[in-house]
């Protein structure tokens, strides 16, 4: 059974950083891609950032070029985005998922990212 657990959400001020971890268990990844979303209160869930975990080729929607870092540990089947300057509008419930040839099929639960201004 997939399992994805996302971890390091909080309260942090605009400007500051946070680290969000994704762990990933029950299966190998390899040819899958690794993403993260988020989803503010009132708005649909959007796409952040990927990562194709054979060939490390990434990927971000452009709200989050240069401020977002996503990368992964193989060896911990981890997955993790670093933050930094964060706005107030970056608050949202950020959810990792793994997907496939466009499909996104296991999604975790959740951790939430509150930034204040």
């Known amino acids: 059974q997939v399992q994805l657990v996302e971890s390091g959400g909080g309260l942090v001020q605009a400007g500051g950083s946070l680290r969000l971890s994704c762990a990933a268990s029950g299966r190998t990844f390899s040819g899958y891609a690794i993403g993260w979303f988020r989803q503010a209160p009132g708005k649909e869930r959007e796409f952040v950032a990927s990562?194709?975990?054979?060939?490390?080729?990434?990927f971000y929607v452009d709200s989050v070029k240069g401020r977002f870092t996503i990368s992964r540990d193989n060896a911990k089947n981890t997955m993790y985005l670093q933050m930094n300057s964060l706005k107030p509008e970056d608050t949202a419930v950020y959810y990792c998922s793994a997907g496939i040839a466009g499909q996104w099929h296991y999604w975790g639960q959740g951790t939430q990212v509150t930034v204040s201004s």
């Open positions: 990562i194709r975990w054979s060939t490390g080729s990434l």
